[in-house]
C-alpha cells in the first residue's frame, strides 16, 4: 500500500499548510481535510472510501465538496466510514440541507452519491487484501486511530488524541508496524491547552513512544501553524532517541 501525504498540518496558512487528508493507493481516503482540494478531478473521481478519525472541520471540511463534486461520475457511492457518533454529527450539522444538501438522499435514498458506514473501535472493513481498522484514541468527540494493514505491513494514524493508554496498547500488538503517523499539536509550555483540547505535547509523545515495544518508523504530524520549528525542537530534545522525523506535505509512505 501507498499512502500519499495531502495535509498534515495542524491548520492553513501557505502552500504547504493542508490539514489532514491522506491518500491511499488511489481510491482511498484517510481523513478529508483540506489537502484533498489539491487532487485533480480524475483524481477525485476515483475515490470511493474515506475512513475519518474524527468529525472536527480540519479533518471533513472537503467531504461535502467531494461528494459535490464527483457524485454525478461515480458509478457506485463514496462510502464514509467512521464510528456512528461521528456520522450522526455529520449527518447532524452538515448534510443536514441547512449546511449541505444530504447526499445520503440523492439523487434518491436509493442510488445515493453518499452513504455513510458506521465502524466502532476494533472492527474492520476489509478492501480486497487491504484491512482497516479503528483503533482507541482520546479525544474532544467521539474519534478512532486508523490501523491500514497491506497484507505484509501495517501503518497506523492517530489522528487527534492525547496520550491514551488503550492506543498504545493496541500498536504494541501490531507485529508488522512500518509507519506510525503521531500528532503533536502544542510545543511543551502548551501542555495546559493540550491537555484541555485533548492534544499531545512534546512530554506526552516522549510518555508514548517509551511504552512502546514495537520500533515503527515515528512521523510527527499535526504541528500548529508557526509553532512548528519549535515543537520539533523540542520532540528531538525530549524523544530524539526514537529517531522522529516531520511528517512532510507531498510525502508518500510504502508499507
Known sequence: MKLKVLGCSGGIGGAESRTSSFLVDDDMLIDCGTGVGDLSFDALSRVSHVFLSHSHLDHVAAIPLLIDSIGEVCRHPVTVYAPRATLHILRAHVFNWLVWPDFTAIPDRNHPYLRLQPVEIGESVHLGERTVTALPVLHTV??????????????????????????????????????????????????AMAMASRHMCPGMLRAMLAALTVTPTIHISHLKPGLGERIMEQVMAQCGQFDPVRLEHGQTLEF
Open 142 to 191: 467521539p474519534a478512532v486511530a486508523w490501523r491500514l494493514d497491506s497484507g505484509e505491513a501495517q501503518l497506523v494514524y492517530s489522528g487527534d488524541t492525547t496520550y491514551c493508554p488503550e492506543l498504545i496498547e493496541a500498536i504494541n500488538a501490531c507485529p508488522s508496524l512500518r509507519h506510525l503517523i503521531v500528532e503533536t499539536a502544542f510545543p511543551e509550555e502548551m501542555r
